[in-house]
């Protein structure tokens, strides 16, 4: 089998397991949506999902971001990880849409790739899920866990191992087969323990 037919029934497979397979982060808007996603690097989707309610009943719109105090917002994203980091990125990126983009946020990777924090991953999934522009594959700890289990790459780097994926599955399936994937990792394939008897795509892994 080649490797190009395996990634294509992989991801037919995992079309009819999660069909309906989002993103599990909340927000309420595309800014929220940015935020959500910069707080999620190297933390659970849950544990963002958690601290998030409090953090935007208290900074509503992206003019409170701008104002912000960094001290003070860090109290509210420190369960996050990396926290003065991320609150860096979050105020400074905040500042930026508000000046370079009229407090909009952009629709393409090239613009989105300016904003303080945003590498491919996170400008992936803010493009697919605000505005349904689809440049790239989300590659997550998930996904690069699982792209190489299944031998559809044998690079490190999400940057590469994105670019091997593009190459083997059609653009319509790039935006859902993160969500399909990271799913599949939640429920039958995770980092820690694994049910073989359980793994439905057991059959592909190398």
Not at 56 to 70: E, H, M, R, V
Not at 87 to 99: C, G, V
Not at 151 to 177: A, C, V, Y
């Amino acid at each position: 089998m080649t490797t190009i037919t395996k990634a294509r029934k992989i991801s037919a497979e995992l079309k009819k397991l999660f069909p309906d397979a989002a993103i599990a982060l909340t927000y309420g808007n595309n800014w929220e949506l940015l935020v959500a996603v910069q707080l999620s690097a190297q933390c659970t989707d849950k544990k963002v999902n958690e601290i998030t309610p409090a953090l935007f009943a208290k900074y509503p719109t992206l003019s409170d971001y701008i104002t912000a105090k960094p001290a003070e917002f860090e109290k509210y994203v420190y369960q996050t990880g990396f926290y003065k980091n991320k609150t860096k990125n979050i105020l400074a990126a905040a500042k930026m849409i508000s000046e370079k983009f009229d407090g909009i946020i952009p629709r393409t990777m090239t613009e989105m790739l300016t904003i303080p924090g945003v590498a491919r991953k996170t400008a992936n999934v803010v493009l697919g899920n605000a505005y349904g522009v689809v440049e790239g594959i989300a590659v997550d700890t998930h996904v690069k866990r699982l792209a190489r289990l299944w031998g559809l790459t044998k690079e490190n780097s999400p940057e590469k191992i994105e670019r091997d994926l593009m190459l083997l599955l059609p653009k319509e399936e790039w935006h859902q087969f993160t969500y399909r994937t990271i799913e599949y990792g939640r429920k039958y394939c995770t980092a820690r323990t694994r049910d073989h008897k359980n793994c439905p795509l057991a059959k592909y892994e190398i």
